[in-house]
């Protein structure tokens, strides 16, 4: 894809009918259960093959534990979560790598697939596109509340089916649909990630954050403070090409910059189709929500948020 406009995974071309995707991700857990942390692990991993229009077939563990300080029992209950999912995606765990560390990363390298002419990238958005995401933010902000003993058993319970859900359902739809970019939200947050888009495809977005889907209570922790440093370092990475309204609260902007953890699908197609996009993902039983559109041309992308 060339790494002039970043994407979420690189692609080779092999021939004309079939291109390689080729991903990989890792991460510190992020839940205290590890059958739980694996799940979430893999499906974080794969999620960037579907974000690329692609489907993964095979993937590797990737594993550093600290052998000294946790129990066996511990790596093969992640490796029972990981292995889940990976069996849910239809993929094949062919091998992977583990050595020794003093702080436990689990994750995977993704190799997918994709038709040359069906690769998704986050360049071609166009004027009054919609703009599609799949699942709800606030997975940061709710780790923060749960490090801080406030989230409910129920919060937890959300949080965690949120994050260990496959992008596979919704990539499937999407694959039906002429999509014009597309990419997951993870570390740089909705707002972050928007305007990967926007930059890439040099336009401007305007995002209606009363439309966003939230975990529920994510504002009122938000409300409270209970923000990652990865929220406020996102805000000001983005502050010159984003402009937020007087009148969006500041625990919902806060939202909006929320570093996410496998997050949903984003992505951006004809006004018509979207309507279309949005009838299908709710007759597949999953959840969509039109949260913006793409309004104008802009050099350097920008970002409306009102
Ligand atoms: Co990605
Ligand atoms: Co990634
Ligand atoms: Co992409």
Redesign the pocket.
């Known amino acids: 894809m060339g790494l002039d406009s970043p994407d979420?995974?690189g692609v080779y071309k092999l021939d004309s009918q079939t291109a390689l995707i080729q991903?990989l991700?890792f991460l510190t857990p992020v839940t205290d259960d590890p059958y739980e942390f694996g799940q979430i692990a893999a499906a974080n991993s794969l999620?960037?093959v579907y974000a690329m229009g692609g489907e993964p077939i095979t993937v590797m563990n990737i594993v550093c534990f600290p052998s000294t300080d946790l129990g066996e029992d511990i790596l093969a209950e992640t490796l029972r979560g990981g292995l889940d999912k990976i069996n849910e995606s239809g993929a094949i765990l062919v091998g992977g790598h583990s050595v020794d560390d003093k702080e436990f990363k689990y994750g995977l390298s993704v190799t997918g697939i994709v038709h040359p002419d069906k690769v998704l990238t986050n360049t071609a958005a166009q004027i009054r596109d919609t703009i599609i995401l799949t699942k709800p933010v606030g997975t940061g902000i709710m780790s923060t509340a749960i490090k801080a003993k406030l989230a409910s058993t129920e919060n937890i319970k959300e949080s965690v089916a949120v994050m260990s859900m496959l992008n596979k359902g919704a990539a499937k739809v999407m694959s039906q649909f002429d999509i014009n970019a597309c990419t997951d939200v993870?570390g740089f947050g909705l707002a972050g990630h928007l305007l990967e888009i926007a930059k890439g495809s040099k336009k401007c977005i305007t995002l209606h954050s009363e439309k966003v889907p939230m975990l529920k209570n994510a504002l009122d922790f938000a409300n409270i403070g209970m923000v990652p440093a990865g929220a406020h370092k996102n805000r000001t990475f983005f502050k010159e090409v984003t402009h937020i309204d007087m009148g969006v609260d500041r625990a919902l902007v806060d939202l909006m910059f929320d570093p996410q953890t496998s997050g949903g699908l984003l992505f951006s197609l004809n006004k018509k189709e979207g309507e279309k996009c949005m009838e299908k993902m709710k007759s597949d039983g999953l959840n969509a929500w039109v949260i913006g559109e793409i309004t104008r041309d802009s050099d350097t992308g920008f970002l409306n948020i009102i």
Do not use: L, V, Y
Request: hydrophobic share 15%; glycine share 0%.
């Open positions: 979420d995974a991903t991700d999620s960037d993870t």
